[in-house]
């Protein structure tokens, strides 16, 4: 069964560095997604994404944030200069249409920020 | 890759009808966790079941943990139209990543 996937499971980095995390969502999806959840708290809709420009961004995702669907298959999410409070778990989603089409999660990358 | 399997993937009911959806696996989660995602939004957390055999309430809304922590349900009693939603089970493996289930479409019709 075909799935979003995510790497790496778990990053560590220090405040002011940049992170790249990494999705490859399911081959055929046409709209991909990124969402956070701070421990504890809501999951928060980030960036969706289609057709190789951003479709909506949430307010969160201000200029120290990035994305791009380098190749065919890879759907990533930049962080410039990650910030304490960017700690979280971040989820990639992908749908096959768009709208109110089912979107399927991958399984986060925990990034934590010293 | 531990998966879990959510169903039925579409539900649509009357009013003042029960119903209950499952998910199961055949690995164990160290906690399990239902959301309720809206159009366009992003998953709403509604709780999160941790220990074998627990059971939560939220309103009409009751969740179950399986006793060997493989399996859960939720039991909608008497729903409403305002139930309606898509409704996504998640189990947390023990690096904290969440495996989904591929969520049930609840349409509860007046």
């Known amino acids: 069964e075909p799935e979003v996937t995510q790497t790496p499971s778990h990053q560590v980095t220090q405040m002011g560095q940049e992170v790249i995390l990494r999705c490859v969502p399911i081959?055929?999806?046409?709209?991909f997604y990124w969402y956070r959840q701070i421990l504890g708290q809501k999951v928060e809709f980030l960036v969706s994404f289609y057709n190789n420009e951003i479709s909506e961004k949430s307010e969160i995702f201000d200029d120290q944030f990035s994305v791009e669907r380098p190749d065919g298959s890879n759907f990533t999410l930049k962080i410039r200069s990650t910030k304490l409070e960017d700690s979280a778990m971040y989820f990639c989603?992908?749908?096959?249409?768009?709208?109110?089409?089912?979107?399927?999660f991958g399984p986060g990358t925990r990034l934590t920020v010293l | 890759t531990q998966l879990l399997e959510q169903s039925p993937q579409f539900l649509s009911i009357q009013e003042g009808e029960n119903l209950t959806v499952y998910c199961n696996s055949s690995s164990v989660f160290s906690s399990l966790q239902w959301y309720r995602q809206e159009p366009g939004e992003g998953p709403v957390l509604l709780v999160t079941?941790?220990?074998g055999g627990e059971v939560k309430k939220l309103k009409r809304l009751t969740f179950q943990f399986g006793d060997a922590r493989k399996d859960s349900s939720l039991h909608i009693t008497a729903a409403q139209p305002g139930d309606t939603g898509l409704y996504l089970c998640a189990g947390e493996e023990s690096n904290y990543q969440l495996i989904w289930g591929a969520g049930t479409k609840l349409i509860i019709k007046p």
């Open positions: 079941v941790v220990t």
């Open positions: 989603a992908s749908t096959r249409a768009g709208g109110t089409d089912t979107q399927y």
């Open positions: 081959s055929n999806h046409l709209y």
